[in-house]
């Protein structure tokens, strides 16, 4: 019987959405795949130890992750999210009808009904139109799931529990800093790429 040899490649990226000015994320999706997807691969390799694989992570991830778990950055998103919806002024309520509805409508919008009854509540394009005075439509309620719908689970104690499952499926792997390959493009303005790939095979 013939075998086949496989290659499991996992390429961690997000762009780097740190405003060094404001000293913010200007997106949430850094923290919000940590402690969803990334932390998700993470424990489940560490149930199938005999499980091989290679995980590519760009410098802009593992800097934003180190950012986000530490608190030196602001993550916009997530402090909107955390304020008491009776107490959010127009321009926060504006914000999160803006932006919170941000995600493939189709996968993950109207497969649940209340989320869907919120976007519709919105409407579909927001262009041009003056979201202070659609967030005053909304009621405490309706913000309150928007709040809460959105962005569970995404604190950063919940990035810290991924960025330390990521650790222990290293060491276990035996990947470290000394075995990891780093390729640079010779444009400044080319991202470089750094690889970590277990030695265990």
């Not at 019987?1 to 997000?14: D, G, R, S, V, Y």
Request: aromatic share 12%; glycine share 4%; proline share 6%.
């Amino acid at each position: 019987m013939k075998t086949a040899h496989i290659c499991f490649l996992w390429h961690m990226h997000q762009p780097y959405y740190t405003d060094p000015v404001a000293g913010s994320a200007s997106m949430p999706w850094v923290r919000l795949h940590a402690v969803k997807a990334y932390y998700d691969m993470a424990y489940g390799l560490e149930k199938f130890p005999s499980v091989k694989a290679t995980f590519n992570f760009t410098p802009s991830l593992l800097r934003q992750l180190q950012e986000v778990g530490t608190g030196t950055v602001r993550d916009l998103f997530l402090e909107h999210a955390q304020r008491p919806a009776a107490d959010l002024r127009p321009e926060e309520k504006a914000f999160l009808v803006r932006h919170f509805f941000s995600a493939n409508w189709a996968t993950m919008v109207r497969p649940y009904p209340r989320y869907h009854e919120l976007l519709v509540k919105r409407g579909a394009d927001v262009y041009g139109r003056d979201l202070e005075r659609v967030a005053q439509q909304f009621s405490t309620q309706d913000l309150l799931d928007l709040q809460t719908g959105t962005t569970s689970p995404g604190s950063a104690t919940a990035l810290s529990v991924a960025i330390r499952a990521w650790m222990r499926y290293a060491r276990k792997t035996g990947v470290s800093r000394k075995k990891r390959s780093r390729r640079c493009w010779p444009s400044n303005s080319s991202p470089c790429r750094t690889s970590f790939r277990s030695i265990a095979d």
